[in-house]
DNA sequence: TTGAAAGCGCTAACAC
DNA sequence: GTGTTAGCGCTTTCAA
C-alpha cells in the first residue's frame, strides 16, 4: 500500500497542499478546515516525509556521531549524553562504528556529509581531518572527542579530556599509597594516551620516582596484552627493578591488563597495584581504582555545540577526578 | 560557503545535469565527459545529496534501531552487529535511546517512520506495536528484538532467544551444582523474563526441586534490587527454606544484584550460588557463570530481515548457552 | 551519448 | 484564510 503525500491529504480534505502544510507546521487557519485536515491526515494514516522537509532546510534534523570502538564504556556513555540532548532538540543520532579502520572512517564521514547532518560529533584519527574541516567551514559544526585540534577554523570544535593531570593524578595516588616503580601499558600513540604518560611521568619525577622509556609497554589490541606485559616484567627484572604497579592508560584494555595480571598468578594490590582509566559499572565491586572522565556530560557537551552552534572553535578540556578503591592497597 | 549542487557541477562541466547524474551512478557516458565531470565534482568539492536521492527512492538508506536502555551489554553488540551489516549494504544507523519510556518510545518510532528508514530495529514494549503493524504493511520491514509478536503480518519479523531452554539450562546446572533452594531476581513482567522464570520452574520441578512465587522478587530498576533481595530472603526465613542459590533473569541487573549479594556480606559461590542472564566482558575475571545470548549475531541476523526484505514474517529464535565458570560452586 | 523537461514531496512567496 | 505558483536538489523518461 502506497503512502499519503501531502498532495492526497490535501484532496481528501477538499483544501490546497499549502493549506495542509500550515496546518502540520502551525500557520493561520480556520478551526474548520484545521479540523478537515487533521481527519484526513488521520483517515489516510499520513506521515510527513522528514526527508523532504530537509530539503528546504537545506539540512536535516539528525546528528552524525562516528565512533572508533563501541565496545568501550566511555563511548557508551558519551552517546548516551548525545542521545539526550538530540531527542531534547528533537534531532536523531545517526551511528556509525570505524572498527578503527581509517578507509571507514573516511567512508562514513563523507556518508554522514551527504546525509546532511546537522553536526557531527567523531572519535577519529585524522584521516578524515580534511573533509571534517570543509565541512566546518561550511556551516556543519563538527566536534572531535579525545583529541584537540590544531587551527581550528570557527565551527570545528574539540572536547577532550586534561590527560596531564589524568596522568597526575594516578602519579599522586599511587605514590600515596606507596609504590615506587611504576609500569605503563598503552594501547598506542594516540594523543591521549601519550599525554597520560607524560603527565605520570613528571608528577612521577617530581615524587624522585622514574618511569622509563622500558617500564611502557604497548599493546594494539586486547590480544597483545599478554605479550606486552610479559615483556615489560622481563625487562623490569634485567634492570633489577621489579614493578609494583600497573597502570593502563586505556580503558579500552582494561578487562584485558587486569586479567593478564591475575593470570600470572600475581594478586591486586598486595603483589601489584592495578590503576585504569575511566570508570566502568563492575569497578566497584572488583575494587578497582580508576581515573574517571565526564563522559555522559562530555556526550551532552558536544551534543550542545552542534545544537547551539557558537561562531568560534571552542576548545572544552574536562577535569578528570581519582575514583579510589582497593586495587592499589589504599587504606 | 554555500555548498555546490549538481547544476553547479553541470555549469562547471559545461554539461547538462543529466549527464553529471549519469557520471555519478554508472550510467553510459562518454569517457572525456566522464573526466569533465569529475574535475568539475573535485574542483566545487561537491558532495552529493543523500537526502534528495532518498526522495526518489520513496526510502533512505538507514536503519532505525530504537532500544530501551543502551547500557546494558546485550544491547552493545546487538547494535555493533547491526552496524556491521548496515555498513556492508552502504547503509547507517539511525540511533534512539527510549530510556524505558513508552511515550519516547512511540515518539522515536514516529520520528524514524517520518525520517523514511528502509527498515526499524526495535526492543520495545507494545505501545509503539500499531504503528509498526503499519510500517510493515507498508513495506518497511520491522524487527521487534527480544519478544514474539501474535499475528505478525509480512514485514513485520521478531528475533528472540529461547527463554524457556535459558531457564531450564540455569536448573540444570543449578541442580548439577547441588544447588537445591532457588531464589529469582527479575525486573518485571517483560515476557522474556517471565518465560525464563517459567523455564526455570519448570525445569527444577522435574527434579522434583521448587520454586514458589515468594522465592521470586522483582525489582524494577537498579536501586529497587536491595529491597527486593532483602525482601526474598525475609520471606525464605519465614518459610524456613533458607535459599542457597540467586539466579537474575536479567542482564541489566547482573552488577546490581552482585553487589548486593556481597554487600550483605554473602560469599559467592560459598554462601551463596549466583548465576545470570547475558555474557559479558567482566565475566571472567569475576568467575560469573552466565547464560549467554548471541546478540552479536542476533543484531546481525535482525539487520539481515531488514536488508533482504523476505516477503513472510519470520521469527527467529536463538539458542542460549551456558558458560560455565566459578560463581555456583562448579567443580 | 547527451539534453530538455517533468516530477519526487514538500515549503514559501505572492496573490486573492 | 486560502489557493496558485515556483522551486529545493536530484533522477528519469523521452527525444534528438
Given amino acids: 500500500m502506497k503512502r499519503a503525500t501531502i498532495g492526497d491529504v490535501a484532496a481528501h480534505a477538499g483544501v490546497s497542499t499549502a493549506t495542509v502544510s500550515r496546518v502540520l507546521n502551525g500557520g493561520a487557519v480556520t478551526a474548520t478546515t484545521a479540523a478537515k485536515v487533521w481527519s484526513a491526515v488521520a483517515a489516510l494514516e499520513y506521515s510527513p516525509n522528514a526527508l523532504t522537509k530537509s530539503i528546504f532546510a537545506g539540512r536535516s534534523r539528525t546528528i552524525g556521531v562516528v565512533i572508533r570502538d563501541l565496545s568501550s564504556p566511555f563511548y557508551l556513555d558519551l552517546i548516551r549524553g548525545i542521545d539526550e540532548v538530540a531527542t531534547a532538540d528533537d534531532s536523531l543520532v545517526m551511528f556509525a562504528n570505524t572498527f578503527r579502520d581509517a578507509d571507514r572512517e573516511v567512508a562514513h564521514v563523507r556518508t554522514m556529509d551527504e546525509h546532511r547532518v546537522r553536526g557531527l560529533i567523531m572519535t577519529t584519527g585524522e584521516s578524515a581531518d580534511g573533509r571534517t574541516r570543509r565541512m566546518a567551514e561550511s556551516g556543519v559544526p563538527c566536534v572531535i572527542v579525545a583529541r584537540t585540534v590544531p587551527d581550528a577554523p570557527p565551527g570545528l570544535h574539540s572536547i577532550s579530556l586534561n590527560n596531564i593531570e589524568a596522568g597526575r593524578l594516578m602519579a599522586a595516588h599511587l605514590a600515596a599509597c606507596g609504590r615506587s616503580a611504576?609500569?605503563?601499558?598503552?594501547?598506542?600513540?594516540?594523543?591521549?594516551?601519550?599525554?597520560?604518560?607524560?603527565?605520570?611521568?613528571?608528577?612521577?619525577?617530581?615524587?624522585?620516582?622514574?618511569?622509563?622509556?622500558?617500564?611502557?609497554?604497548?599493546?594494539?589490541?586486547?590480544?597483545?596484552?599478554?605479550?606486552?606485559?610479559?615483556?615489560?616484567?622481563?625487562?623490569?627484572?634485567?634492570?633489577?627493578?621489579?614493578?609494583d604497579a600497573i597502570v593502563c592508560a586505556t580503558g579500552r584494555l582494561t578487562v584485558a591488563v587486569h586479567s593478564a595480571l591475575t593470570a600470572?598468578?600475581?594478586?591486586?594490590?598486595?603483589?601489584?597495584?592495578?590503576?585504569?582509566?575511566?570508570?566502568?559499572?563492575?569497578?566497584?565491586?572488583?575494587?578497582?581504582?580508576?581515573?574517571?572522565?565526564?563522559?555522559y556530560e562530555m556526550g551532552r557537551e558536544a551534543a550542545k555545540l552542534v545544537v547551539e552552534q557558537p561562531d568560534e572553535s571552542v576548545a572544552l578540556v574536562f577535569e578528570p577526578t581519582l575514583v579510589p578503591r582497593t586495587s592499589c592497597g589504599e587504606r
Same sequence: chains 1, 2.
Avoid at 188 to 211: D, I, K, M, N
Avoid at 214 to 238: C, P, W
Fill in 182 to 243: 611504576v609500569g605503563v601499558v598503552t594501547s598506542g600513540r594516540r594523543p591521549s594516551q601519550v599525554e597520560r604518560t607524560l603527565g605520570l611521568r613528571l608528577a612521577l619525577a617530581e615524587r624522585g620516582l622514574p618511569l622509563p622509556p622500558e617500564a611502557v609497554a604497548v599493546a594494539e589490541s586486547e590480544t597483545g596484552v599478554g605479550a606486552a606485559i610479559d615483556a615489560l616484567f622481563a625487562r623490569a627484572h634485567e634492570r633489577q627493578a621489579p614493578v
Fill in 264 to 295: 600470572r598468578g600475581l594478586t591486586v594490590p598486595d603483589d601489584i597495584a592495578f590503576l585504569t582509566m575511566d570508570d566502568f559499572p563492575w569497578a566497584t565491586a572488583l575494587g578497582i581504582t580508576v581515573v574517571a572522565q565526564p563522559s
